[in-house]
């Protein structure tokens, strides 16, 4: 989703910063927190995307793993998810990764997440 000028979403309490847009260029992954979930940000094609952290199929943490185009790969078996959605692409992984919506604003990457404790 692209960011427009008449919204903002540090007024929005379901935005959690995540990190500075220079901090995060193509194909790379940063990690952050919300609540007690943990979510993995990369920028993909251009655009930042943000999923859940950890794989679906054997608790690694996905920050670990490499993004290549839209296919973010945990370094443990190598399942493969589509970072746009979190949709495997390629097992061993057979449950989707839960995403969330990410924005560019005012040079930060910000994530909505509702929820959580």
């Known amino acids: 989703m692209q960011h427009t000028e008449d ?3 540090t007024s929005d309490n379901t ?4 990190c500075a847009s220079s901090e995060l260029e193509e194909g790379d992954l940063i990690e952050c927190e919300a609540g007690s979930d ?3 940000v990369g920028r993909g094609e251009d ?3 943000a999923v859940e952290a950890i794989c679906t199929h054997e608790h690694f943490e996905l920050v670990e793993g490499a993004l290549d185009g839209n296919c973010l790969i945990c370094p443990l078996h190598f399942a493969c998810f589509d ?4 949709s495997v692409l390629e097992g061993p992984a057979e449950k989707p990764l839960k995403s969330y ?3 560019e604003a005012d040079g930060s990457v910000w994530v909505s997440y509702e929820g959580g404790d």
């Not at 935005?15 to 995540?18: F, G, L, S, T, V």
């Not at 970072?83 to 979190?86: A, E, K």
């Open 7 to 9: 919204t903002n979403p």
């Open 15 to 18: 935005y959690i910063y995540a």
């Open 38 to 40: 943990r979510i993995v």
């Open 47 to 49: 655009n930042v995307y």
């Open 83 to 86: 970072i746009r959605d979190g």
């Open 101 to 103: 919506e990410a924005i």
